[in-house]
């Protein structure tokens, strides 16, 4: 089969021709007709994390079709379309897993980081962490909803179900779809992005941000909770300066530049600041059923496997 591969950070994904992966027990073998290029992607590709298997196949926001079944699976037939996110297995017996945080697995593998993902015509993953994909939206419109939407979703429940007026730091891929859960919810969006990028803003307001501006600018109202989805280190002040008194402020990225020294009184008054850390199948499986009924529909840009680069 046709594989894009990174065999060291910092390069370019080289392209390879590899034997077919083979499901083992408990597996599927999927056949790739779709996969994002999520954020953490270009950190793993540019070494800002820093345990890869290497060579590995990239990417983790990956649809497809079974296309085998490895023995012993159950629930899974051929020719059913399937999601394959960045959560690819967990040990399921540390104190973390025992405890339903298996997000937070001491000896975890990530599709497309110690597993290899869907930059690929074939791939192979066990079933457990794989979800049914009914409906008749897209291949590729579906994709981006296995990462951005469901580490999306995981944030946007941290932000809490009664914060109304919800700050988004860095609108792309998450970002685009929270805005659309979060007014399907009755929230309000502010979105605030690089300064001057107003093509980011027009499309945060085409999304239903009821505001959107530069994360230089002061935040128009006070908010009840921020999200922040840009890897930029000085944005976590700017955010704990826009959220009340008991405020959230989320870090949804896997990777962040520095933080920046900041006075304690804009964490004070019982201010909240916390990361979200991958997922659980229980967001997986809450997030699938829920994004038909808002229903989340995402903005892509396709480009064959040979032009991963590119992409
Ligand atoms: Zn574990
Ligand atoms: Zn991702």
Known sequence: MKAMILERPGEALRAAELPDPRPGPGQLQVEVSACGVCRTDLHVVDGDLT???LPIVPGHEIVGRVSALGDGVEGFSLGERVGIPWLGHTCGHCRYCA???ENLCDEPGFT?????????EKTVADAAYCFPLPGDQSDAE???????GLIGYRSLVMAGESSKKLGIYGFGAAAHIVAQVATYQGREIYAFTSPGDTTAQQFARDMGAVWAGDSSAASPVELDAAIIFAPVGPLVPAALRAVRKGGIVVCGGIHMSDIPAF????????RVLRSVANLTRQDAIDFLELAPKVPVKTVNQQFPLAEANQS
Do not use: M, N, V
Request: aromatic share 14%; proline share 10%.
């Open 142 to 148: 579906l994709a981006p909803l296995l990462c951005a």
């Open 99 to 101: 405890s339903g945080d």
């Open 263 to 270: 006075p304690y009184g804009i964490l004070w008054g019982e």
């Open 51 to 53: 345990e890869p298997k």
């Open 112 to 120: 497309g980081y110690q597993i290899d993902g869907g930059y690929a």
